[in-house]
Protein backbone atom coordinates (compact mmCIF):
# COMPACT_ATOMS: atom_id res chain seq x y z
CA UNK A 1 0.00 0.00 0.00
CA UNK A 2 1.11 4.04 -0.24
CA UNK A 3 2.44 5.29 2.61
CA UNK A 4 2.75 9.11 2.35
CA UNK A 5 6.30 9.33 4.29
CA UNK A 6 7.90 7.37 1.11
CA UNK A 7 8.65 4.14 3.11
CA UNK A 8 7.13 1.10 2.75
CA UNK A 9 6.16 -2.10 4.86
CA UNK A 10 5.54 -4.69 1.52
CA UNK A 11 7.84 -5.24 -1.65
CA UNK A 12 4.47 -6.26 -3.19
CA UNK A 13 3.01 -4.00 -5.60
CA UNK A 14 -0.63 -3.27 -5.09
CA UNK A 15 -2.37 -2.16 -8.87
CA UNK A 16 -4.10 0.92 -8.39
CA UNK A 17 -7.98 -0.02 -8.33
CA UNK A 18 -9.64 -0.97 -11.41
CA UNK A 19 -12.16 2.72 -11.46
CA UNK A 20 -8.69 4.29 -12.10
CA UNK A 21 -7.23 1.72 -15.05
CA UNK A 22 -10.15 0.35 -17.10
CA UNK A 23 -9.16 3.34 -19.46
CA UNK A 24 -6.54 6.59 -19.19
CA UNK A 25 -7.61 8.66 -16.66
CA UNK A 26 -8.51 11.94 -15.77
CA UNK A 27 -6.70 14.22 -12.97
CA UNK A 28 -8.40 14.93 -9.65
CA UNK A 29 -7.54 18.78 -8.52
CA UNK A 30 -9.28 19.03 -5.77
CA UNK A 31 -5.95 19.08 -3.48
CA UNK A 32 -5.23 22.66 -4.96
CA UNK A 33 -9.17 23.76 -4.96
CA UNK A 34 -12.42 22.22 -5.33
CA UNK A 35 -13.02 24.51 -8.75
CA UNK A 36 -13.66 28.38 -9.95
CA UNK A 37 -16.97 28.79 -7.17
CA UNK A 38 -14.46 27.53 -4.11
CA UNK A 39 -14.19 30.92 -2.32
CA UNK A 40 -10.19 30.30 -1.19
CA UNK A 41 -9.35 31.06 -4.52
CA UNK A 42 -10.67 34.40 -4.01
CA UNK A 43 -9.63 34.51 -0.17
CA UNK A 44 -6.24 33.08 -1.10
CA UNK A 45 -5.26 35.82 -4.17
CA UNK A 46 -6.09 38.44 -1.73
CA UNK A 47 -4.26 37.29 0.83
CA UNK A 48 -1.11 36.59 -1.38
CA UNK A 49 -1.44 40.64 -2.43
CA UNK A 50 -1.53 41.34 1.57
CA UNK A 51 1.41 39.18 2.08
CA UNK A 52 3.15 41.07 -0.62
CA UNK A 53 2.65 44.65 0.05
CA UNK A 54 3.52 43.30 4.10
CA UNK A 55 6.68 42.26 3.20
CA UNK A 56 7.65 45.31 1.07
CA UNK A 57 6.19 47.63 3.87
CA UNK A 58 8.72 45.59 5.93
CA UNK A 59 12.00 45.36 4.09
CA UNK A 60 12.00 47.91 1.06
CA UNK A 61 14.72 50.09 1.25
CA UNK A 62 16.22 47.97 4.22
CA UNK A 63 18.08 44.60 3.14
CA UNK A 64 21.68 45.73 2.98
CA UNK A 65 21.36 46.50 6.82
CA UNK A 66 19.95 43.13 7.49
CA UNK A 67 21.68 40.37 9.83
CA UNK A 68 22.15 36.99 7.72
CA UNK A 69 19.04 35.58 10.05
CA UNK A 70 16.97 38.39 9.23
CA UNK A 71 17.57 37.84 5.70
CA UNK A 72 17.24 34.08 5.80
CA UNK A 73 14.05 34.72 7.87
CA UNK A 74 12.77 36.71 4.82
CA UNK A 75 13.52 34.83 2.49
CA UNK A 76 11.26 31.67 4.57
CA UNK A 77 8.40 34.57 3.77
CA UNK A 78 9.21 34.94 -0.02
CA UNK A 79 9.01 31.24 -0.10
CA UNK A 80 5.89 30.76 1.69
CA UNK A 81 4.32 33.54 -0.64
CA UNK A 82 5.94 31.90 -4.23
CA UNK A 83 4.11 28.80 -2.88
CA UNK A 84 1.08 30.03 -2.39
CA UNK A 85 1.51 31.74 -5.78
CA UNK A 86 2.09 28.42 -7.71
CA UNK A 87 -1.01 27.08 -6.43
CA UNK A 88 -3.08 29.77 -7.72
CA UNK A 89 -1.18 29.98 -10.97
CA UNK A 90 -1.11 26.19 -11.31
CA UNK A 91 -4.91 24.94 -10.99
CA UNK A 92 -6.45 27.39 -13.84
CA UNK A 93 -3.12 26.54 -16.05
CA UNK A 94 -3.89 22.90 -15.55
CA UNK A 95 -7.44 23.15 -16.60
CA UNK A 96 -6.70 25.18 -19.45
CA UNK A 97 -4.05 22.63 -20.79
CA UNK A 98 -6.54 19.67 -20.40
CA UNK A 99 -9.15 21.68 -22.37
CA UNK A 100 -7.62 24.95 -24.20
CA UNK A 101 -11.33 25.83 -24.99
CA UNK A 102 -12.25 26.01 -21.69
CA UNK A 103 -13.58 29.94 -21.30
CA UNK A 104 -13.62 30.28 -17.97
CA UNK A 105 -9.98 28.58 -17.57
CA UNK A 106 -8.66 30.88 -19.65
CA UNK A 107 -10.34 33.64 -18.11
CA UNK A 108 -9.49 32.96 -15.16
CA UNK A 109 -5.77 31.89 -16.03
CA UNK A 110 -5.63 35.80 -17.21
CA UNK A 111 -6.84 37.12 -13.97
CA UNK A 112 -3.95 35.31 -12.21
CA UNK A 113 -1.41 36.11 -14.26
CA UNK A 114 -2.58 39.61 -14.31
CA UNK A 115 -2.48 39.15 -10.16
CA UNK A 116 0.92 37.36 -9.78
CA UNK A 117 2.35 39.75 -11.96
CA UNK A 118 1.50 42.54 -9.13
CA UNK A 119 2.91 40.61 -7.00
CA UNK A 120 6.67 39.77 -8.44
CA UNK A 121 6.70 43.45 -8.75
CA UNK A 122 5.56 44.13 -5.35
CA UNK A 123 8.58 41.97 -4.38
CA UNK A 124 11.38 42.62 -6.69
CA UNK A 125 13.08 44.82 -4.89
CA UNK A 126 14.84 42.19 -2.85
CA UNK A 127 17.01 40.20 -5.05
CA UNK A 128 17.60 43.93 -6.42
CA UNK A 129 18.91 45.22 -3.14
CA UNK A 130 20.82 41.94 -2.65
CA UNK A 131 22.92 42.54 -5.87
CA UNK A 132 23.35 46.45 -4.54
CA UNK A 133 25.33 45.04 -1.58
CA UNK A 134 28.97 45.52 -1.75
CA UNK A 135 31.21 42.49 -2.85
CA UNK A 136 32.77 42.17 0.41
CA UNK A 137 29.51 42.29 2.34
CA UNK A 138 27.46 39.88 -0.03
CA UNK A 139 30.61 37.55 0.46
CA UNK A 140 30.06 37.47 4.27
CA UNK A 141 26.78 36.92 4.13
CA UNK A 142 27.04 34.11 2.10
CA UNK A 143 29.46 32.81 4.17
CA UNK A 144 26.58 32.66 7.16
CA UNK A 145 26.00 29.46 8.34
CA UNK A 146 22.18 30.36 8.54
CA UNK A 147 22.02 30.76 4.77
CA UNK A 148 24.00 27.94 3.71
CA UNK A 149 20.62 26.30 2.93
CA UNK A 150 21.03 29.20 0.17
CA UNK A 151 24.23 29.35 -0.87
CA UNK A 152 23.53 28.56 -4.57
CA UNK A 153 20.67 30.68 -4.75
CA UNK A 154 22.79 33.33 -3.40
CA UNK A 155 25.64 32.65 -5.96
CA UNK A 156 22.61 32.76 -8.97
CA UNK A 157 21.87 36.34 -7.50
CA UNK A 158 25.58 37.35 -8.00
CA UNK A 159 25.90 35.77 -11.42
CA UNK A 160 22.76 37.68 -12.93
CA UNK A 161 24.03 41.33 -11.49
CA UNK A 162 25.44 42.68 -14.13
CA UNK A 163 22.09 42.16 -16.09
CA UNK A 164 19.59 43.46 -13.44
CA UNK A 165 17.97 46.51 -14.05
CA UNK A 166 16.58 49.43 -11.78
CA UNK A 167 13.52 48.42 -10.03
CA UNK A 168 10.75 50.40 -11.90
CA UNK A 169 12.62 49.14 -15.42
CA UNK A 170 12.08 45.49 -13.93
CA UNK A 171 8.02 46.29 -12.77
CA UNK A 172 7.65 47.52 -16.00
CA UNK A 173 9.33 44.39 -18.10
CA UNK A 174 6.92 42.21 -16.18
CA UNK A 175 3.66 44.35 -16.49
CA UNK A 176 4.53 44.47 -20.53
CA UNK A 177 5.26 40.31 -20.56
CA UNK A 178 1.04 40.16 -19.98
CA UNK A 179 0.62 41.96 -23.12
CA UNK A 180 3.51 41.30 -24.84
CA UNK A 181 6.04 38.68 -24.90
CA UNK A 182 3.75 36.39 -23.09
CA UNK A 183 0.53 37.13 -24.37
CA UNK A 184 1.94 36.05 -28.09
CA UNK A 185 2.55 32.85 -26.58
CA UNK A 186 -0.70 32.37 -25.10
CA UNK A 187 -1.92 33.48 -28.33
CA UNK A 188 0.09 30.75 -30.43
CA UNK A 189 -1.66 28.03 -27.49
CA UNK A 190 -5.13 29.45 -27.95
CA UNK A 191 -5.15 29.40 -31.27
CA UNK A 192 -3.69 26.15 -31.57
CA UNK A 193 -5.85 24.59 -29.19
CA UNK A 194 -9.09 25.77 -31.52
CA UNK A 195 -8.09 24.12 -34.77
CA UNK A 196 -9.55 21.12 -36.48
CA UNK A 197 -7.62 18.31 -38.06
CA UNK A 198 -8.91 16.47 -41.08
CA UNK A 199 -9.69 12.94 -39.98
CA UNK A 200 -7.79 9.52 -40.99
CA UNK A 201 -9.45 6.65 -41.16
CA UNK A 202 -7.30 3.44 -41.11
CA UNK A 203 -7.91 0.58 -43.22
CA UNK A 204 -9.60 -1.15 -40.46
CA UNK A 205 -12.03 1.53 -40.23
CA UNK A 206 -10.81 3.55 -36.81
CA UNK A 207 -10.86 7.43 -37.47
CA UNK A 208 -8.62 9.53 -35.78
CA UNK A 209 -9.28 13.30 -35.36
CA UNK A 210 -7.05 14.56 -32.52
CA UNK A 211 -3.76 15.82 -32.71
CA UNK A 212 -2.27 12.80 -30.29
CA UNK A 213 -4.38 10.09 -32.38
CA UNK A 214 -2.86 11.56 -35.89
CA UNK A 215 0.26 11.28 -33.92
CA UNK A 216 -0.26 7.84 -32.94
CA UNK A 217 -1.03 7.23 -36.90
CA UNK A 218 2.57 7.99 -37.67
CA UNK A 219 3.34 4.34 -36.28
CA UNK A 220 0.78 2.71 -38.54
CA UNK A 221 1.85 -0.23 -40.62
CA UNK A 222 0.14 1.05 -43.56
CA UNK A 223 1.99 3.82 -45.48
CA UNK A 224 -1.08 5.67 -46.93
CA UNK A 225 -2.43 6.13 -43.48
CA UNK A 226 1.08 7.36 -42.18
CA UNK A 227 1.25 10.00 -45.13
CA UNK A 228 -2.43 11.25 -44.47
CA UNK A 229 -2.30 11.60 -40.87
CA UNK A 230 0.96 13.20 -41.49
CA UNK A 231 -0.61 16.14 -43.73
CA UNK A 232 -3.68 16.50 -41.89
CA UNK A 233 -1.31 18.30 -38.53
CA UNK A 234 0.49 20.06 -41.28
CA UNK A 235 -1.84 21.23 -43.23
CA UNK A 236 -3.18 22.95 -40.30
CA UNK A 237 0.41 24.64 -39.48
CA UNK A 238 0.54 25.23 -43.11
CA UNK A 239 -2.82 27.32 -43.16
CA UNK A 240 -1.46 29.46 -40.42
CA UNK A 241 2.23 29.30 -41.43
CA UNK A 242 2.35 33.13 -41.56
CA UNK A 243 0.76 34.18 -38.04
CA UNK A 244 2.45 31.38 -36.35
CA UNK A 245 5.65 32.69 -37.97
CA UNK A 246 4.61 36.55 -36.87
CA UNK A 247 4.39 35.27 -33.31
CA UNK A 248 7.75 33.68 -34.05
CA UNK A 249 9.05 36.73 -34.87
CA UNK A 250 7.66 38.99 -32.18
CA UNK A 251 9.04 36.51 -29.41
CA UNK A 252 12.47 36.52 -30.80
CA UNK A 253 12.35 40.36 -31.19
CA UNK A 254 11.35 40.76 -27.77
CA UNK A 255 14.06 38.66 -27.16
CA UNK A 256 16.43 40.68 -28.39
CA UNK A 257 14.88 44.55 -26.93
CA UNK A 258 15.89 42.63 -23.51
CA UNK A 259 19.00 41.51 -24.14
CA UNK A 260 20.16 45.71 -25.26
CA UNK A 261 18.25 46.34 -21.99
CA UNK A 262 20.54 43.82 -19.96
CA UNK A 263 23.93 43.56 -21.43
CA UNK A 264 23.50 40.04 -23.07
CA UNK A 265 25.47 39.45 -25.61
CA UNK A 266 22.75 37.45 -27.46
CA UNK A 267 19.60 35.36 -26.48
CA UNK A 268 21.99 32.05 -26.54
CA UNK A 269 24.44 34.02 -23.72
CA UNK A 270 21.07 34.71 -21.47
CA UNK A 271 19.52 31.70 -21.98
CA UNK A 272 23.23 29.53 -20.80
CA UNK A 273 23.82 32.03 -17.78
CA UNK A 274 20.09 30.59 -16.63
CA UNK A 275 20.27 27.05 -17.46
CA UNK A 276 24.18 26.80 -15.85
CA UNK A 277 25.41 25.37 -19.02
CA UNK A 278 28.85 26.69 -20.28
CA UNK A 279 29.33 27.94 -24.25
CA UNK A 280 31.90 25.45 -23.99
CA UNK A 281 29.59 22.60 -22.99
CA UNK A 282 26.74 24.40 -25.44
CA UNK A 283 29.24 24.55 -28.64
CA UNK A 284 30.45 20.80 -27.67
CA UNK A 285 26.79 19.26 -27.76
CA UNK A 286 26.15 20.71 -31.36
CA UNK A 287 29.57 20.15 -32.90
CA UNK A 288 29.59 16.25 -31.46
CA UNK A 289 26.00 15.67 -32.85
CA UNK A 290 26.90 17.55 -35.95
CA UNK A 291 29.63 14.95 -36.63
CA UNK A 292 27.78 12.23 -35.78
CA UNK A 293 24.62 12.61 -38.59
CA UNK A 294 25.87 9.26 -40.46
CA UNK A 295 24.08 7.39 -37.24
CA UNK A 296 20.90 9.09 -38.07
CA UNK A 297 21.46 7.98 -41.80
CA UNK A 298 22.51 4.70 -41.21
CA UNK A 299 19.55 3.67 -39.22
CA UNK A 300 16.93 4.72 -41.87
CA UNK A 301 19.37 3.54 -44.78
CA UNK A 302 18.91 0.52 -42.24
CA UNK A 303 15.43 0.76 -42.22
CA UNK A 304 14.51 1.83 -45.87
CA UNK A 305 16.36 -1.97 -46.90
CA UNK A 306 14.23 -3.76 -44.56
CA UNK A 307 10.71 -1.85 -45.86
CA UNK A 308 11.98 -2.25 -49.15
CA UNK A 309 11.12 1.18 -50.03
CA UNK A 310 12.66 4.80 -49.34
CA UNK A 311 11.85 6.36 -46.01
CA UNK A 312 9.45 9.44 -46.36
CA UNK A 313 9.84 11.63 -43.32
CA UNK A 314 6.41 10.22 -42.48
CA UNK A 315 7.76 7.03 -42.50
CA UNK A 316 10.52 7.56 -39.37
CA UNK A 317 8.63 5.74 -36.97
CA UNK A 318 6.66 3.33 -39.43
CA UNK A 319 7.09 -0.64 -37.55
CA UNK A 320 9.94 -2.50 -39.29
CA UNK A 321 7.71 -5.42 -40.06
CA UNK A 322 4.14 -6.45 -40.27
CA UNK A 323 5.01 -8.82 -36.99
CA UNK A 324 5.59 -5.49 -35.05
CA UNK A 325 2.52 -3.19 -36.59
CA UNK A 326 0.27 -6.54 -35.49
CA UNK A 327 1.92 -6.23 -32.02
CA UNK A 328 -1.98 -5.94 -29.65
CA UNK A 329 -2.72 -2.66 -28.31
CA UNK A 330 -1.49 -1.90 -24.97
CA UNK A 331 -4.43 -1.01 -22.82
CA UNK A 332 -3.68 1.87 -19.91
CA UNK A 333 -4.36 -0.90 -17.43
CA UNK A 334 -1.80 -2.99 -18.50
CA UNK A 335 0.85 -0.19 -19.25
CA UNK A 336 0.32 1.17 -15.61
CA UNK A 337 1.16 -1.68 -14.72
CA UNK A 338 4.28 -2.95 -16.62
CA UNK A 339 5.66 1.04 -15.98
CA UNK A 340 5.48 -0.02 -11.79
CA UNK A 341 6.66 -3.52 -12.04
CA UNK A 342 9.41 -1.94 -14.21
CA UNK A 343 10.05 0.45 -11.34
CA UNK A 344 10.17 -1.66 -8.43
CA UNK A 345 12.61 -3.95 -10.17
CA UNK A 346 15.28 -0.79 -9.58
CA UNK A 347 13.71 0.05 -6.44
CA UNK A 348 10.49 -0.61 -4.33
CA UNK A 349 10.40 2.43 -3.06
CA UNK A 350 10.74 3.76 -6.06
CA UNK A 351 7.64 2.33 -7.49
CA UNK A 352 5.64 3.06 -4.44
CA UNK A 353 5.68 6.51 -4.94
CA UNK A 354 4.92 6.39 -8.62
CA UNK A 355 1.99 4.32 -7.96
CA UNK A 356 0.58 7.05 -5.59
CA UNK A 357 0.07 8.54 -8.71
CA UNK A 358 -2.61 6.92 -10.29
CA UNK A 359 -4.34 5.87 -7.23
CA UNK A 360 -4.46 9.39 -6.46
CA UNK A 361 -5.45 10.71 -9.63
CA UNK A 362 -2.74 13.01 -10.33
CA UNK A 363 -2.14 11.70 -13.80
CA UNK A 364 -4.80 12.95 -17.07
CA UNK A 365 -4.61 10.94 -19.51
CA UNK A 366 -7.41 10.88 -21.60
CA UNK A 367 -7.57 11.37 -25.22
CA UNK A 368 -9.83 14.22 -26.05
CA UNK A 369 -10.76 17.54 -28.36
CA UNK A 370 -9.11 20.93 -27.12
CA UNK A 371 -6.84 19.18 -25.06
CA UNK A 372 -3.26 20.42 -25.37
CA UNK A 373 -0.67 18.79 -27.26
CA UNK A 374 2.22 16.99 -26.37
CA UNK A 375 2.91 15.59 -22.59
CA UNK A 376 4.86 17.55 -19.09
CA UNK A 377 4.90 16.81 -15.74
CA UNK A 378 3.41 20.35 -13.14
CA UNK A 379 5.00 20.12 -10.09
CA UNK A 380 3.72 22.02 -7.21
CA UNK A 381 5.84 22.55 -4.40
CA UNK A 382 4.57 21.21 -1.18
CA UNK A 383 2.32 19.38 -2.73
CA UNK A 384 3.23 16.71 -5.90
CA UNK A 385 2.92 16.59 -9.47
CA UNK A 386 0.47 16.38 -11.95
CA UNK A 387 1.15 14.64 -15.16
CA UNK A 388 -0.43 15.33 -18.48
CA UNK A 389 -0.77 13.15 -21.76
CA UNK A 390 -2.50 11.71 -24.21
CA UNK A 391 -2.84 7.84 -23.81
CA UNK A 392 -3.30 6.07 -27.38
CA UNK A 393 -2.63 2.24 -26.55
CA UNK A 394 0.23 1.19 -27.48
CA UNK A 395 4.22 1.03 -26.67
CA UNK A 396 5.09 5.13 -27.37
CA UNK A 397 2.46 6.51 -24.71
CA UNK A 398 3.77 3.51 -22.09
CA UNK A 399 7.29 5.43 -22.76
CA UNK A 400 5.61 8.90 -22.58
CA UNK A 401 3.88 7.90 -19.34
CA UNK A 402 7.63 7.15 -17.71
CA UNK A 403 9.49 9.75 -19.09
CA UNK A 404 6.62 12.06 -17.46
CA UNK A 405 6.26 9.80 -14.10
CA UNK A 406 10.45 10.37 -14.18
CA UNK A 407 9.60 14.29 -13.95
CA UNK A 408 7.13 13.36 -11.42
CA UNK A 409 9.35 10.84 -9.27
CA UNK A 410 12.25 13.76 -9.42
CA UNK A 411 10.00 16.27 -7.75
CA UNK A 412 8.83 13.90 -5.30
CA UNK A 413 12.47 13.03 -4.26
CA UNK A 414 13.04 17.38 -4.07
CA UNK A 415 9.76 17.91 -1.99
CA UNK A 416 11.45 15.42 0.54
CA UNK A 417 14.86 17.42 1.05
CA UNK A 418 14.54 21.33 -0.22
CA UNK A 419 13.26 24.36 0.11
CA UNK A 420 11.20 26.06 -2.25
CA UNK A 421 14.07 28.40 -3.39
CA UNK A 422 15.81 24.82 -4.04
CA UNK A 423 12.93 22.96 -5.46
CA UNK A 424 13.98 24.00 -9.52
CA UNK A 425 16.59 22.17 -11.17
CA UNK A 426 18.38 23.28 -14.16
CA UNK A 427 17.48 21.56 -17.25
CA UNK A 428 20.11 19.29 -18.03
CA UNK A 429 19.42 17.91 -14.53
CA UNK A 430 15.50 18.09 -14.89
CA UNK A 431 15.56 15.37 -17.73
CA UNK A 432 17.78 13.20 -16.17
CA UNK A 433 15.36 10.76 -14.07
CA UNK A 434 12.78 11.40 -17.40
CA UNK A 435 14.91 9.59 -19.36
CA UNK A 436 16.78 7.21 -16.45
CA UNK A 437 12.81 5.71 -16.10
CA UNK A 438 12.39 5.01 -20.05
CA UNK A 439 15.88 3.15 -19.97
CA UNK A 440 14.98 1.26 -16.77
CA UNK A 441 11.32 0.36 -18.88
CA UNK A 442 13.19 -0.69 -21.80
CA UNK A 443 15.46 -2.95 -20.29
CA UNK A 444 12.17 -4.66 -18.48
CA UNK A 445 10.47 -4.56 -21.75
CA UNK A 446 13.17 -6.64 -23.31
CA UNK A 447 13.78 -9.31 -20.31
CA UNK A 448 10.23 -9.93 -20.62
CA UNK A 449 9.87 -10.55 -24.30
CA UNK A 450 13.39 -12.13 -24.32
CA UNK A 451 12.21 -14.93 -26.25
CA UNK A 452 9.39 -12.57 -28.51
CA UNK A 453 11.73 -11.42 -31.32
CA UNK A 454 9.57 -9.21 -33.26
CA UNK A 455 8.66 -7.67 -29.85
CA UNK A 456 12.49 -7.48 -29.12
CA UNK A 457 13.13 -5.61 -32.28
CA UNK A 458 10.36 -3.47 -31.73
CA UNK A 459 11.34 -2.38 -28.38
CA UNK A 460 15.38 -2.08 -29.99
CA UNK A 461 13.88 -0.30 -32.61
CA UNK A 462 12.09 2.35 -30.85
CA UNK A 463 15.19 2.65 -28.29
CA UNK A 464 17.39 4.16 -31.49
CA UNK A 465 14.55 6.17 -32.89
CA UNK A 466 14.12 7.90 -29.47
CA UNK A 467 17.49 8.48 -29.04
CA UNK A 468 18.05 9.49 -32.58
CA UNK A 469 15.22 12.34 -31.40
CA UNK A 470 16.78 13.44 -28.36
CA UNK A 471 20.29 13.40 -29.76
CA UNK A 472 19.99 14.87 -33.64
CA UNK A 473 16.30 16.42 -33.81
CA UNK A 474 16.40 18.24 -30.32
CA UNK A 475 20.12 19.82 -31.46
CA UNK A 476 18.63 20.54 -34.59
CA UNK A 477 15.82 22.54 -33.04
CA UNK A 478 18.43 24.64 -31.60
CA UNK A 479 20.40 24.94 -34.60
CA UNK A 480 17.40 26.29 -36.32
CA UNK A 481 17.21 28.88 -32.72
CA UNK A 482 20.87 29.92 -33.61
CA UNK A 483 19.58 30.76 -37.17
CA UNK A 484 16.05 32.80 -36.26
CA UNK A 485 17.85 34.40 -33.25
CA UNK A 486 20.90 35.37 -35.03
CA UNK A 487 18.60 36.86 -38.08
CA UNK A 488 16.27 38.52 -35.20
CA UNK A 489 19.59 40.64 -34.09
CA UNK A 490 19.43 41.91 -38.09
CA UNK A 491 15.93 42.48 -39.02
CA UNK A 492 12.72 41.10 -38.73
CA UNK A 493 12.02 37.34 -40.24
CA UNK A 494 8.60 35.80 -41.50
CA UNK A 495 7.51 32.18 -42.71
CA UNK A 496 9.15 32.09 -45.84
CA UNK A 497 12.84 32.49 -43.77
CA UNK A 498 11.84 30.14 -41.26
CA UNK A 499 10.58 27.65 -43.81
CA UNK A 500 13.79 27.86 -45.40
CA UNK A 501 16.26 27.19 -42.40
CA UNK A 502 14.10 23.90 -41.25
CA UNK A 503 14.31 22.54 -44.35
CA UNK A 504 17.87 23.39 -45.53
CA UNK A 505 18.84 21.88 -41.76
CA UNK A 506 16.98 18.62 -42.43
CA UNK A 507 18.48 18.06 -45.31
CA UNK A 508 21.84 17.89 -43.53
CA UNK A 509 20.59 15.77 -41.13
CA UNK A 510 18.92 13.46 -43.31
CA UNK A 511 20.85 13.69 -46.36
CA UNK A 512 19.60 10.51 -48.86
CA UNK A 513 18.57 8.45 -46.10
CA UNK A 514 14.94 10.14 -45.78
CA UNK A 515 12.64 12.06 -48.43
CA UNK A 516 11.87 15.10 -46.88
CA UNK A 517 7.83 16.06 -47.93
CA UNK A 518 7.12 19.45 -48.83
CA UNK A 519 5.11 19.48 -45.70
CA UNK A 520 7.70 19.00 -44.04
CA UNK A 521 8.63 22.96 -43.93
CA UNK A 522 5.96 24.29 -41.68
CA UNK A 523 6.75 21.17 -39.25
CA UNK A 524 8.71 23.51 -36.75
CA UNK A 525 5.26 25.18 -35.84
CA UNK A 526 4.56 22.55 -33.67
CA UNK A 527 7.43 22.88 -31.63
CA UNK A 528 6.14 24.58 -28.63
CA UNK A 529 9.59 25.03 -27.00
CA UNK A 530 10.81 27.43 -29.50
CA UNK A 531 7.84 30.29 -28.65
CA UNK A 532 7.86 29.06 -24.41
CA UNK A 533 11.58 29.29 -23.92
CA UNK A 534 14.80 29.81 -26.16
CA UNK A 535 17.27 26.90 -26.52
CA UNK A 536 15.53 24.50 -24.34
CA UNK A 537 15.66 21.45 -26.73
CA UNK A 538 19.62 21.38 -26.87
CA UNK A 539 19.46 20.55 -22.86
CA UNK A 540 17.28 17.47 -24.46
CA UNK A 541 20.07 16.30 -25.82
CA UNK A 542 22.79 17.36 -22.77
CA UNK A 543 20.71 15.45 -20.68
CA UNK A 544 19.62 12.32 -21.96
CA UNK A 545 23.82 12.27 -22.76
CA UNK A 546 23.77 12.48 -18.78
CA UNK A 547 21.24 9.61 -18.61
CA UNK A 548 22.96 7.53 -20.17
CA UNK A 549 26.21 8.28 -18.45
CA UNK A 550 23.91 7.40 -15.21
CA UNK A 551 22.29 4.61 -16.69
CA UNK A 552 25.67 3.16 -17.86
CA UNK A 553 27.53 3.64 -13.93
CA UNK A 554 24.04 1.74 -12.91
CA UNK A 555 24.74 -1.09 -15.22
CA UNK A 556 28.08 -1.44 -14.31
CA UNK A 557 27.63 -0.74 -10.19
CA UNK A 558 24.31 -2.00 -9.67
CA UNK A 559 22.30 -1.34 -6.80
CA UNK A 560 25.21 0.11 -5.08
CA UNK A 561 24.67 3.58 -7.94
CA UNK A 562 21.19 4.24 -6.56
CA UNK A 563 21.41 6.17 -3.20
CA UNK A 564 23.30 8.27 -5.10
CA UNK A 565 21.51 8.74 -8.22
CA UNK A 566 18.46 9.50 -5.65
CA UNK A 567 20.57 12.04 -3.82
CA UNK A 568 21.06 13.47 -7.33
CA UNK A 569 17.22 13.82 -7.73
CA UNK A 570 16.77 15.31 -4.65
CA UNK A 571 19.63 17.84 -4.77
CA UNK A 572 17.38 19.94 -6.62
CA UNK A 573 18.96 23.05 -7.39
CA UNK A 574 20.65 23.44 -4.27
CA UNK A 575 23.94 22.81 -6.18
CA UNK A 576 25.68 24.25 -9.45
CA UNK A 577 24.53 21.09 -11.79
CA UNK A 578 27.73 20.02 -13.00
CA UNK A 579 29.54 19.98 -9.43
CA UNK A 580 25.97 18.02 -8.34
CA UNK A 581 26.44 15.73 -11.38
CA UNK A 582 30.77 14.64 -10.43
CA UNK A 583 29.97 14.78 -6.81
CA UNK A 584 26.86 12.49 -6.30
CA UNK A 585 27.06 9.64 -9.37
CA UNK A 586 31.14 10.64 -10.58
CA UNK A 587 29.67 12.09 -14.05
CA UNK A 588 31.28 15.14 -15.92
CA UNK A 589 29.23 17.06 -18.42
CA UNK A 590 32.72 19.00 -19.62
CA UNK A 591 34.14 15.86 -20.68
CA UNK A 592 34.24 15.42 -24.45
CA UNK A 593 34.24 11.75 -23.57
CA UNK A 594 30.73 11.51 -22.02
CA UNK A 595 29.20 12.94 -25.12
CA UNK A 596 31.68 10.37 -27.16
CA UNK A 597 30.32 7.36 -25.04
CA UNK A 598 26.59 8.66 -25.51
CA UNK A 599 27.17 8.29 -29.36
CA UNK A 600 28.97 4.99 -28.62
CA UNK A 601 25.75 3.86 -26.98
CA UNK A 602 23.64 4.45 -29.68
CA UNK A 603 26.89 3.06 -32.27
CA UNK A 604 26.12 -0.08 -30.18
CA UNK A 605 22.41 0.08 -30.50
CA UNK A 606 22.86 -0.04 -34.21
CA UNK A 607 25.28 -2.40 -34.31
CA UNK A 608 23.23 -5.11 -32.77
CA UNK A 609 20.31 -4.25 -34.97
CA UNK A 610 22.41 -4.54 -38.49
CA UNK A 611 23.30 -8.28 -36.68
CA UNK A 612 19.71 -8.56 -37.02
CA UNK A 613 18.63 -7.65 -40.45
Keep these: ?38 PRLTTDLEELRQRAEQFRQQHRGHVANLTAEAIANAMHQLEAIAQQSGYLYTFPSLIFSADTRNTEAKQFLDKVMEALTEVENQLLFFDLELQAIEAAQFATLQAALVLQPYAHYLDRIAQHRPHTLPEAVEQTRNQDSLTGRQAFIQLRSVHLGEQEYEPVTTPDGTTASTEAELGALLFHVNGETRLNAYRSVRQVMQQHNSLYAYILNTVCQDHRLENQMRGYSSTLHKQLLTDEVSEPVFRAIMDGTRDRFDLFQRYYTLKAKALGQPIRICDIYAPWTTGEASLPPLPYKAGVETLLAALEQFDVNYARRAEEFFVRNWVDAKVRPGKR ?41 IDDRQSYFNSNPPMVLAEIASTFNELLLLDYLLQQAEADKELTKTLITRQLEDQLNLLFRQSTISRLELAIHDRATQNSFDHSFVNQQWMTLYRELCGDAVELLPEHQYDWARIGHIYFKPFYCYQYTASNIVSLACYQKYQAVGKDFIPGYLDLLAAGSSMEQVAALRHYVDVDIEDPATIGNALKYVEGLLDRLQATV
Design 1 to 38: MVDLSGQTASNEIVAPSEQWLDRPQEWDLSDLYAGFDD
Design 373 to 413: GGAFCAYTYGKHSYLLMSYTDDYNSLFTLAHEMGHGLHFAW
